[in-house]
């Protein structure tokens, strides 16, 4: 059974870091790109980051590009965010998410979120 | 502002019928699939049709989509209590060159 479960989320104030981790199990860890999506308290999805099978490759939504850093550790099967000068708008539940390429909107498989909240 | 477009809301009584429209553009609906995820109350957002049409493994074929130049539809036939969820369409934008969603839409069953 594929599972996916984040953690490190919590409350920072702004201009603060936080590091994310989704530790995933169930599957081939190292043949999958994994992927970053966050949801703002009562709104919608939002893509934030992908990273590919090898780590390789990494994408960012230009609203996060030069504060977010993905990256994996295929030995150890977790797939992190590192959030540094997070803001206000950084507030929202962040989900990982498996896909099969990097080039996709089908995530086959969700972890159940974090909660990160940016407030002084 | 999503760049998908989707109804804020919609509802329906059990045994309806009930669609969700998901509008777009030539960089994304126009040029690639669209998939459709289910997000119960307090829970992830999970997979329900992939490919315009496609359902993984377990979804029942109450749940259909389809896609016709820039926009595409969900439909729920047989809507049932459990349907009521938050829905959303995704798709890659080309011109922008990242994966984007709809603003989502409720589902309330009456």
């Known amino acids: 059974e594929v599972q996916l479960l984040e953690s490190g989320g919590g409350l920072v104030q702004p201009g603060g870091s936080l590091r994310l981790s989704c530790a995933a199990s169930?599957?081939?860890?190292?043949?999958?790109?994994m992927s970053w999506v966050r949801q703002a308290p009562g709104k919608g999805l939002e893509w934030v980051s992908t990273i590919s099978s090898s780590g390789g490759s990494t994408f960012y939504a230009d609203s996060v590009k030069g504060r977010f850093t993905i990256s994996r550790d295929n030995s150890k099967n977790t797939l992190y965010l590192q959030m540094n000068s997070l803001r206000a708008e950084d507030t929202a539940v962040y989900y990982c998410?498996?896909?099969?390429?990097?080039?996709?909107?089908?995530?086959?498989?969700w972890g159940q979120g974090t909660l990160v909240t940016v407030s002084s | 502002q999503s760049v998908l477009t989707q109804p804020p809301s919609a509802s329906g009584t059990p045994g309806q019928r009930v669609t969700i429209s998901c509008s777009g553009s030539?960089?994304?609906?126009?040029?690639?699939?669209v998939n459709w995820y289910q997000q119960l109350p307090g829970t992830a957002p999970k997979l329900l049709i992939y490919r315009n049409n496609q359902r993984p493994s377990g979804v029942p074929d109450r749940f259909s989509g389809s896609k016709s130049g820039t926009s595409a539809s969900l439909a729920i036939s047989g809507l049932q209590s459990e349907d009521e969820a938050d829905y959303y369409c995704?798709?890659?934008?080309?011109?922008?060159?990242?994966?984007?969603f709809g603003g989502g839409t409720k589902l309330t069953v009456l």
């Open positions: 169930g599957f081939t860890f190292s043949s999958y790109a």
């Open positions: 995704a798709a890659w934008d080309d011109s922008l060159n990242v994966p984007v």
């Open positions: 030539s960089s994304n609906i126009g040029s690639n699939t």
């Open positions: 998410a498996q896909s099969n390429v990097v080039v996709t909107t089908i995530y086959d498989y």
